[in-house]
C-alpha cells in the first residue's frame, strides 16, 4: 500500500485506557489512519477500571494490573519494545497523561514520528514532546439525541399518519438527514482545519488555509462561530500558534 508521499508507514496506536474514554475509540483510530497503515492497536490499564474497552472490536487489551501507574509503565514498555523491533515507523500516543513525556521524547530520538492524542488540558510539556498534538475535543463523537422543540422548517417536514387508532408524527427522511448534517458541520471543520494545519509542520497561510478548505467544500469561514480566521485561530490558542496578520499570517499546529 503506497500513498502520494511514497510507502504508508506501519503505526502503531497505544491508548491510555484509564485516561481515554471507550467512546472516543473509533475516532481516535480514524486519527491514527490519517499517519499509515495502523498494524498495532492497543488499550492498557486494569481490566477492572477500562469501562466499554472490552466492546470495542479491533483493540487488543492489555491488563496491567492494579499498581500504581502500571498502565503507564506497559504502555511505556511496549512502545519502547516495539521502537526496537522496527515494526511500526509513527506511535499515535492517546493519553493527557503528562508521565508519558519521557516516551515521546526517547521515540523522537530514535527517529519515529510521534503523535499524541488527548484533551487540551494534557501538559504542554507532553504536547511538545509529540511530534504532532491532536486534542480529542476536535474530534466528533457519536451522542445521544436529545428531545427539542422542533422549528417551523421542522413542522412544515413533518409526515403525520393515523396509526392504529392514533396520529404518528415523523420527521421527512432528508429533513432528519440535514439535522444530522449540521450537528457534525462544525467539528467536521475544525477537525479538517487542524488536519490541514497538520500537515504543513512549517506552517501554512490563511490564505493557502482558505483556498484549501473552500476547494474541498468543507465550509466557509464565514458560517462559523468566528467569522475570520484570526478570530478562528485566537479563539484555540491552545491548539494553533499564528503569526503575522492578514491573509498571509503563517498557522502552525502546537
Not at 497505544?14 to 499517519?35: C, P, Q, T, W, Y
Not at 392504529?164 to 457534525?184: C, D, I, K, M
Request: charged share 20%.
Amino acid at each position: 500500500m503506497t500513498n502520494s508521499k511514497g510507502p504508508a508507514l506501519n503505526t502503531a496506536l497505544l491508548i491510555d485506557g484509564e485516561n481515554i474514554s471507550s467512546a472516543m475509540a473509533s475516532k481516535l483510530l480514524s486519527v491514527a489512519r490519517r499517519f499509515g497503515d495502523v498494524v498495532i492497536n492497543r488499550v492498557y490499564g486494569n481490566f477492572a477500571n477500562l469501562k466499554g474497552w472490552s466492546s470495542v472490536a479491533g483493540v487488543r487489551i492489555v491488563h496491567s494490573g492494579s499498581g500504581k501507574n502500571a498502565a503507564d509503565i506497559a504502555l511505556a514498555l511496549d512502545a519502547v519494545e516495539l521502537s526496537f523491533e522496527r515494526k511500526v515507523d509513527v506511535f499515535v500516543l492517546a493519553s493527557s497523561d503528562g508521565d508519558f513525556v519521557h516516551v515521546a521524547t526517547r521515540l523522537r530520538e530514535r527517529g519515529f514520528k510521534v503523535v499524541g492524542l488527548g484533551e487540551i488540558k494534557a501538559p504542554d510539556s507532553f504536547r511538545k514532546a509529540c511530534s504532532q498534538w491532536v486534542p480529542v475535543e476536535t474530534m466528533s463523537v457519536a451522542k445521544p439525541s436529545v428531545s427539542v422543540s422542533p422549528t417551523p422548517q421542522q413542522v412544515k417536514n413533518c409526515v403525520t399518519t393515523f396509526k392504529n387508532g392514533a396520529v404518528h408524527s415523523e420527521l421527512r427522511p432528508q429533513t432528519l438527514q440535514s439535522s444530522a448534517q449540521a450537528q457534525h458541520a462544525k467539528a467536521s471543520f475544525d477537525e479538517e482545519v487542524l488536519r490541514i494545519v497538520g500537515e504543513h509542520p512549517q506552517g501554512i497561510t490563511t490564505s493557502e488555509i482558505n483556498k484549501i478548505v473552500r476547494a474541498a467544500g468543507i465550509g466557509k469561514i464565514s458560517e462559523q462561530t468566528q467569522k475570520t480566521w484570526a478570530s478562528y485561530f485566537k479563539a484555540r490558542e491552545e491548539i494553533f500558534d499564528i503569526a503575522g496578520k492578514g491573509q498571509q499570517a503563517l498557522v502552525t499546529a502546537r
